[in-house]
């Protein structure tokens, strides 16, 4: 859609009310009583006294508004493709950057996913697309039940440094085997930075691709999952089996 096709400030209001995606940035939405400016779908509820239109974000900054911390709409909007894929351990959401997988989540309810994509991404333009991500769902599925093997996709997952080393390091620790805290902060060179790496491992983006189910505590208790225990331990078991086996 374009924004020709909704010229009216009372068809934009109905936009905003809907908190319509597909139009983030096709109009802004400025807010008289915070001085900011939002996109369509901003999660932000004003009156609608309070609110006026404008067709660009230099237009509502000419007026003297600044850009909402929420939404962020002064931020490129990129756009991430996503479907959601059945496996052992429940569905599973992935989404996917021009660049790689960004996002890999497990759950049991669609719409809860859908929406834990929706409050990571704001500002991106999210697009469904089940047939042209079959090969990553499938890749996806795949790993869950096998993943002592390599793969080949590439990634994209967004963080700090200190979170991009740890995610590394827990890529590099074998199936079948597991690290506590501590063991992963030395291999990254930041030996006291346990509590980092704990907070690192729950922020993965990279549910099962990027293994912090196999961190534990240096008794070797579960810990937390981000995704619930049992599926840590679900996983955990599966690659002890496989890897006795072997």
Known sequence: MTASQFLTDDARWEAMRRRDR????????????????????????????????????????????????????????????????????????????????????????????????????RAARLTPDPEGLAADLEAVARQVDHPEAKLDLPLDAQGTDLQKAVWAALRAIPAGTTASYKTVAQAIGRPAAVRAVAQACGANPLAVITPCHRVVRADGGLSGYRWGVERKRALLAKETQMSEAA
């Open 22 to 121: 597909d139009l983030d940035g096709a109009f802004f939405i400025a807010v008289r009583t915070t001085g900011v400016y939002c996109l369509a779908s901003c999660a932000g509820r004003p009156l609608r006294k309070n609110v006026e239109f404008h067709d660009t974000r230099e237009s509502a900054r000419a007026a003297g508004f600044r850009a909402c911390l929420r939404c962020r709409p002064d931020q490129p909007r990129e756009t991430l493709r996503w479907a959601t894929v059945p496996t052992s351990l429940g569905l599973a959401l992935v989404a996917r950057s021009d660049a790689g997988l960004r996002l890999v989540t497990l759950g049991d309810d669609p719409d809860v996913l859908v929406r834990d994509l929706e409050r990571r991404f």
